[in-house]
């Protein structure tokens, strides 16, 4: 044993020991309780950083180079961290987020930033001007991919501009052009408007550049602006395609939600297709009444004459039919043809091989059709056409999440009895020792034994206990004994034998 260890046992031994026996009572109580208290905290302190609490991301999208250096700063501040499947995301305990985060930046962690027009800053005085309009061109593009990732739906952008090099001659002039590729926030779409809008900003922050030329694309692949078409084009087609889509999907929603309460949830599936008309038409129809005239002028004209020959007289009427003019405007985007596809699934019965799937009968497809063509407003004069057919649907998918939700709530419910358990065991684990800690106090049964209902004050400790070195000696005896019972029962029930076998002996001697 260390010199250390044994001086400090040989202190408690001598010093600690002596004064902890002389406490009352009611100091035993309480160290006691302050022992099991600390244990308990303990063991939860160390399920809750350990594994039970669910980590929270200090940074994601890190690359491998940062997400070393932050790590090693962790271990270097004592935090706990996990690293994400990728490497690319660090995790840590979520009362310590903002710990990290503050000691990180405090050391400019993590360093592979966008430096924007910072990267101008380290140029030196032999860079070629290749190298110069290289690193502008890049800081550019930097500066709006930040100004882009302050819009809220999107989540990140990388930009690429391709700057047309300055010429002689107007017609070999070529255009300025920009892709921007925007990773969206899940669940998220951007409107045509807020793509339109972040093709201006992007055409605003680059000399040249029309916003007809950007082309802008998500992360998933989708064209959401095709450059190359003037902005009136593109405007109107993006117009044109959101006015379609809304048809569809508000026609497609109206009959969802009518065979979802005629079915079942999750039992259909509807897909319309709307054709629009988006010629604007104005037509003039003039109409004429017959039967209806009015006069519009009368001549009449007389002529005199000698008496005998006499005068002359003649009339002239003017007649105007009844006239009704009309001027028609038909407003574009009204329907020319609608098709829809009606999918449901059938009902199951219960059966001794498990659920069988029955698929519909003809009579109620055809009901079915009808309810949904008269929900579309179909035309058959139009051209319209609805197909309802029966299908069974895949659920492996739907199975597979409500087996993990299943299997969540398991593990919830594992983690907590555990947790229980863990807890109770620490508990009884704390109980010994502190029985044990009592038993270096031999006057405390006693003491309570003794003035159990008495109403001497002294009872609450104000008198310290004396042990007799003689009561110590038979305190540890008792103990010994009994430990030994316990222990090996069949040796001292051997002993006790041995002796009454003895005892005969002695008295006849």
Aim: net charge negative; no cysteine.
């Amino acid at each position: 044993m260390p010199e250390s260890m044994q001086s400090l046992t040989a202190w408690f031994n001598e010093s600690a020991l002596p004064r902890l026996r002389a406490l009352p009572a009611f100091a035993h109580i309480a160290i006691a309780v302050v022992i099991t208290a600390a244990v308990v905290l303990l063991l939860a302190r160390g399920l809750s950083e350990g594994g039970g609490a669910e980590y929270r991301p200090v940074y994601t999208n890190l690359s491998l180079e940062d997400a070393g250096l932050v790590t090693e700063r962790l271990t270097a501040l004592q935090i706990p961290y996990r690293l994400g499947e990728t490497g690319a995301a660090v995790l840590v305990p979520p009362n310590r987020v903002i710990e990290a985060r503050l000691a990180l930046a405090k050391d400019g962690l993590p360093r592979n930033k966008r430096s924007g027009l910072g990267l101008l800053e380290g140029s030196g005085l032999g860079e070629t001007q290749v190298v110069i309009d290289a690193k502008l061109l890049r800081a550019q593009e930097q500066e709006i991919e930040t100004t882009l990732v302050g819009i809220l739906e999107v989540k990140d952008a990388r930009v690429h501009l391709a700057v047309a090099p300055d010429v002689l001659f107007e017609e070999d002039k070529v255009p300025t052009t920009a892709a921007v590729m925007l990773s969206l926030v899940p669940g998220v779409n951007l409107s045509g408007d807020r793509v339109d809008s972040i093709r201006r900003v992007v055409a605003a922050a680059v000399s040249g550049l029309s916003p007809d030329q950007v082309t802008v694309t998500d992360s998933l692949g989708r064209l959401l602006a095709r450059g190359g078409r003037t902005d009136s084009e593109a405007l109107l087609s993006d117009r044109r395609l959101k006015l379609q889509r809304d048809v569809e999907t508000h026609l497609s929603e109206k009959v969802s939600i009518l065979l979802g309460d005629v079915l079942g949830p999750h039992r259909s599936t509807v897909a319309v297709n709307a054709t629009l008309d988006f010629n604007a038409v104005e037509r003039e129809v003039t109409t004429y009444d017959p039967d209806r005239s009015s006069v519009r002028s009368e001549e009449r004209k007389e002529e005199t004459g000698a008496v005998d020959e006499g005068g002359s007289e003649s009339s002239i009427t003017n007649y105007e039919l009844n006239t009704r003019v009309e001027r028609v405007a038909s407003a574009p985007g009204s329907i020319l043809r609608l098709s829809a596809a009606v999918f449901v699934e059938g009902t199951y019965t219960e059966s001794d091989e498990g659920p069988q799937y029955v698929p519909r009968t003809a009579e109620e497809l055809e009901r079915i059709r009808s309810m949904v063509s008269s929900a579309l407003g179909s035309d058959t004069k139009r051209g319209d056409i609805v197909t309802v057919m029966d299908q069974q649907f895949d659920r492996t998918v739907e199975h597979g999440y409500q087996a993990a939700i299943e299997q969540a709530q398991r593990n919830d419910l594992i983690y907590t009895i555990a947790l229980r358990l863990i807890l109770l065991v620490g508990i009884i684990s704390a109980y010994r020792p502190i029985k044990r800690l009592l038993r270096l106090f031999p006057h405390f049964d006693s003491a309570f034994k003794a003035r159990e209902g008495s109403d001497d004050p002294e009872f609450m400790g104000l008198e310290k206990a004396e042990i007799s070195v003689e009561e110590e000696r038979r305190r540890q005896i008792h103990e010994e004994v009994t430990g030994l019972a316990v222990d090996s029962p069949e040796n001292v029930a051997q002993l006790v034998r041995t002796w009454l076998a003895d005892a005969p002996q002695k008295e006849r001697r």
